[in-house]
């Protein structure tokens, strides 16, 4: 059967990976994005999937995003929630604009989707929500108290919505990236990046494709007595 998948974030970076790996395995694949419009129309171009653009922080944009895909493509059976973003800084510098963006776009989008896509998955007794966390939101990082507790966040989340959709064919996972390289990751100075590849056991940055692969996995319509997990996908970093 084809499945309809949302990807959050998901026409660059990890997102971008996943989108690809699930068209390539058969879904219908909405990717959606929320400033870059030159990177999603080159995706959309590239791939021939479909992209939406919305902020993910936004409920009411939520409710409208999912219902403009289910009019499209038809109800969503797969949900990534991978949109993510970073506003780094020390609890000193910490802004309450800052914390509450990270908070918003990276854990509140988690909320605002699982809440417009659950009853649907619900009443048709299949669903397969996978959330993006991250080492970070295991392990803490300094100058990261907005993103791990966002991240950690997640973690949480996860493990309470899977309780919920375990009745109902739903499965709720999450993984954890560690480093990745992708504009996110580009941003860290080269002197910091090489402390980090130096202390992954693998001995390399992530790619984007090493963590589609788990979301792959976690979505197979097969994979229903896996849920309320984390799979962290680190090279080894930490050893989480
Ligand atoms: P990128 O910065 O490369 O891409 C982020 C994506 O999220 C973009 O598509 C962006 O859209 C989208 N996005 C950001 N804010 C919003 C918003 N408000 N509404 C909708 N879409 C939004 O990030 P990565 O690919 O590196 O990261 C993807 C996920 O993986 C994130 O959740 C991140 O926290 C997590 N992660 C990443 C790690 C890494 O090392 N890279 C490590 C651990 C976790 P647009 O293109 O329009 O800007």
Redesign the pocket.
Known sequence: MNRVALV??????????ISLALKNHGCQVA???????E??EHFREVTGVDIY??????FAACEAGVAQIEADLGPIDILV??????RDGTLQKMTPDRWQAVL???LG?CFNLCHATFPGMRARKFGRVVN??????QAGQYGQVN?AA??SGIHGFTKALAQEGARHGITVNAV????????????VPEAVLEKIVASIPVGR??R?ED?ARAVLFLTANDADFITGSTISV?GGHHMY
């Open positions: 959050t974030g998901g026409t660059r970076g990890i997102g971008g990976a990717a959606n994005y929320h400033a870059n419009d990177a999603a653009k919305w902020d993910v922080s936004d929630n991978n949109a993510g973003i970073t918003d776009t990276n989008s993006v966390g991250s080492i970070n939101g993103y966002a991240k954890a990236p560690g480093y990745v390289d992708t504009d996110m990751v580009r941003a940055l992530g984007a963590i680190n």
